[in-house]
């Protein structure tokens, strides 16, 4: 693995991503802390993306029964293109 700091990377990104394209691991960090990694983006795996889940934010937000009432006349016509 190879970890460069972001102002090498600047200077040398030509080589780190023909570096990544033959398939070495290469991480970019900030001061001594790993930021972000560079792969192929042809070697980027469906696993590797985070799966979906329903229901990740329920419970975060909350509206009252105002939110089905009508907008008043002047904003409705603002929503339609009337009257800027």
Same mark, same amino acid.
């Given at each position: ?8 990377? #600047?200077? !040398?990104?030509? &080589?780190?991503?023909?570096?990544? =394209?033959? @398939? =070495? ?5 900030? @001061? /001594? &802390? ?7 983006? +042809?070697?980027? &795996? %469906?696993?590797?993306? %985070? ?6 934010? #329920?419970?975060?937000?909350?509206? /009252? ?7 008043? =006349? =002047? +904003? ?5 293109? !009337? @009257? /800027?």
């Amino acid at each position: 693995m190879t970890t460069v700091t972001v102002h090498h990377a #600047k200077t !040398h990104l030509s &080589k780190l991503i023909a570096a990544a =394209e033959r @398939g =070495e691991e290469v991480v970019i960090a900030r @001061g /001594d &802390k790993p930021a972000v990694r560079i792969v192929p983006f +042809e070697l980027l &795996k %469906p696993s590797e993306t %985070p799966k979906r889940q329903f229901g990740l934010l #329920k419970g975060q937000g909350a509206f /009252d029964e105002s939110f089905f009432d009508p907008l008043p =006349e =002047e +904003e409705l016509r603002l929503w339609e293109g !009337h @009257g /800027d």
